[in-house]
């Protein structure tokens, strides 16, 4: 059986969710009070209004948020305002313009102290790919020196150093890592193996996409640094899915997506710099001195005339800041374990997460021996209504990926495992 229609629109889900403030942090705030995590993560009554903070569409269940995750109502009110003030203002839209940029600057510090780490070291970027990049192509390298990453980091970030190397003569290299991941020692180990006297960079996740497994990004890091390698992280996953203080973790470069995990915008990541490595990165787009200190992170955040949806951030971190990182962290994983444990009764299923305390987040993905992954994500969706992410890998099947995000709910997980148990059971 499809998941049933819900008897209320889209539009008015809308509207109820902005006119009686639900899922708003003063309210989370006050129903958490006093109360522990493992009695929360549990309480479907407290997430009700978290769920209903999300205008999304119930006709579908949706397992595909780690691509990219829906804003609540808030998130979306604020975006359509951007977009009105610089039509409408009176000021016209270049100087509006100017005004939201001013605005960022609240923003940046409010984002800071949701990652923990120094405003100044943050560029608010699109997404993860124009961070990442931005630091992938802009630390000054020479012919011979050598870049290393994993066989399991994003292949844009894979073609980003294919092509360094092509235009400048570098080598790239990358090594593999068993699957599902490993131990913290032995990923350590692998790195540690790779790199030569020639490593200049090294790239890494902190959590991996096809699979979810949590690499031991702070060991890596310390290891790295003893060596002179610059770290740079891909968090695409990180922030809004795993409890972490940035600064904790030792990076020198990090980037993310808030459009992911944190419900923030369309087009809102952000670039994290170690302050005193900033002025040594030259930016994707060269910055005039009159426009521009190239000693500050907001170098990296000039690419011409946009919009700057980051003005609508605030909303979505206050829900991830009265929520608390070590709530959602557990709920995610309460929610992922929903759908985990039933299908691990199946004997055909086999897990391509490791789904070790330490080692494991949001993400789960398997495979099914015999069976063809693409039509197994094609019957969820034709018959059931439910979305998974389409089987990918690099030059092995991860399998199916499974993300649900904090709006899903109990009602949805039990649609998934309904719709994979008769899908499975059919030869
Ligand atoms: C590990 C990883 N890195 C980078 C990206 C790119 O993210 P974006 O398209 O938001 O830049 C993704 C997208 O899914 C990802 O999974």
């Given at each position: 059986?499809?998941?049933?229609?819900?008897?209320?629109?889209?539009?008015?889900?809308?509207?109820?969710?902005?006119?009686?403030?639900?899922?708003?942090?003063?309210?989370?705030?006050?129903?958490?009070?006093?109360?522990?995590?493992?009695?929360?993560?549990?309480?479907?009554?407290f997430?009700?209004?978290?769920?209903?903070?999300?205008?999304?569409?119930?006709?579908?269940a949706?397992?595909?948020?780690?691509?990219?995750?829906?804003?609540?109502?808030?998130?979306?009110?604020?975006?359509?305002?951007?977009?009105?003030?610089?039509?409408?203002?009176?000021?016209?839209?270049?100087?509006?313009?100017?005004?939201?940029?001013?605005?960022?600057?609240?923003?940046?510090?409010?984002?800071?102290?949701?990652?923990?780490?120094?405003?100044?070291?943050?560029?608010?970027?699109?997404?993860?790919?124009?961070?990442?990049?931005?630091?992938?192509?802009?630390?000054?390298?020479?012919?011979?020196?050598?870049?290393?990453?994993?066989?399991?980091?994003?292949?844009?970030?894979?073609?980003?150093?294919?092509?360094?190397s092509?235009?400048?003569?570098?080598?790239?290299k990358?090594f593999?890592?068993?699957?599902?991941?490993?131990?913290?020692?032995?990923?350590?180990?692998?790195c540690?193996?790779?790199?030569?006297?020639?490593?200049?960079?090294?790239?890494?996740?902190?959590?991996?996409?096809?699979?979810?497994?949590?690499?031991?990004?702070?060991?890596?890091?310390?290891?790295?640094?003893?060596?002179?390698?610059?770290?740079?992280?891909?968090?695409?996953?990180?922030?809004?899915?795993?409890?972490?203080?940035?600064?904790?973790?030792?990076?020198?470069?990090?980037?993310?997506?808030?459009?992911?995990?944190?419900?923030?915008?369309?087009?809102?990541?952000?670039?994290?710099?170690?302050?005193?490595?900033?002025?040594?990165?030259?930016?994707?787009?060269?910055?005039?001195?009159?426009?521009?200190?190239?000693?500050?992170?907001?170098?990296?955040?000039?690419?011409?005339?946009?919009?700057?949806?980051?003005?609508?951030?605030?909303?979505?971190?206050?829900?991830?800041?009265?929520?608390?990182?070590?709530?959602?962290?557990?709920?995610?994983?309460?929610?992922?374990?929903?759908?985990?444990?039933?299908?691990?009764?199946?004997?055909?299923?086999?897990?391509?997460?490791?789904?070790?305390?330490?080692?494991?987040?949001?993400?789960?993905?398997?495979?099914?021996?015999?069976?063809d992954?693409?039509?197994?994500?094609?019957?969820?969706?034709?018959?059931?209504?439910?979305?998974?992410?389409?089987?990918?890998?690099?030059?092995?099947?991860?399998?199916?990926?499974?993300?649900?995000?904090?709006?899903?709910?109990?009602?949805?997980?039990?649609?998934?495992?309904?719709?994979?148990?008769s899908?499975?059971?059919?030869?």
């Amino acid at each position: 059986m499809p998941i049933s229609r819900r008897d209320f629109s889209v539009g008015a889900f809308v509207g109820m969710a902005a006119a009686s403030g639900i899922g708003g942090a003063a309210n989370i705030t006050a129903a958490k009070a006093g109360r522990s995590v493992d009695e929360l993560v549990r309480d479907e009554e407290f997430w009700r209004p978290v769920q209903n903070a999300f205008p999304v569409d119930r006709q579908y269940a949706n397992f595909n948020n780690g691509s990219t995750h829906p804003s609540s109502a808030a998130v979306i009110e604020r975006v359509c305002a951007m977009y009105k003030e610089i039509n409408g203002g009176e000021k016209g839209p270049p100087l509006q313009l100017v005004a939201h940029r001013k605005a960022l600057e609240g923003v940046r510090t409010q984002l800071a102290g949701w990652l923990g780490c120094e405003p100044e070291g943050l560029a608010l970027t699109p997404n993860t790919t124009t961070g990442l990049m931005a630091a992938q192509f802009g630390v000054a390298l020479t012919a011979g020196d050598e870049i290393l990453t994993t066989k399991q980091d994003y292949l844009e970030m894979i073609a980003a150093f294919q092509q360094r190397s092509q235009r400048e003569g570098v080598t790239f290299k990358m090594f593999d890592f068993p699957t599902p991941g490993p131990d913290a020692q032995t990923f350590l180990d692998l790195c540690e193996q790779a790199i030569t006297k020639k490593t200049k960079i090294l790239l890494l996740c902190h959590v991996y996409a096809d699979t979810g497994y949590v690499p031991p990004v702070k060991e890596v890091c310390a290891m790295a640094r003893s060596k002179g390698v610059i770290t740079m992280v891909d968090g695409a996953h990180a922030p809004g899915n795993l409890d972490f203080e940035l600064s904790d973790l030792g990076c020198d470069i990090y980037a993310a997506s808030l459009h992911k995990w944190t419900g923030g915008p369309l087009g809102s990541g952000f670039l994290y710099v170690r302050p005193d490595l900033v002025e040594q990165i030259y930016p994707l787009f060269p910055v005039h001195p009159m426009f521009g200190d190239p000693g500050r992170a907001r170098k990296f955040e000039k690419m011409g005339t946009r919009p700057l949806p980051h003005i609508a951030l605030p909303p979505a971190l206050e829900l991830q800041q009265a929520l608390g990182k070590d709530l959602v962290a557990a709920r995610l994983r309460y929610l992922r374990d929903m759908w985990v444990q039933p299908l691990s009764a199946d004997s055909r299923v086999e897990f391509t997460s490791n789904f070790d305390r330490d080692r494991s987040s949001a993400l789960g993905s398997f495979v099914v021996r015999g069976r063809d992954l693409t039509d197994i994500k094609l019957q969820l969706q034709d018959r059931f209504n439910v979305i998974v992410g389409y089987p990918i890998g690099w030059d092995w099947p991860f399998g199916i990926r499974v993300t649900a995000g904090i709006h899903s709910t109990p009602e949805e997980i039990a649609a998934l495992n309904e719709g994979l148990h008769s899908v499975l059971s059919t030869v």
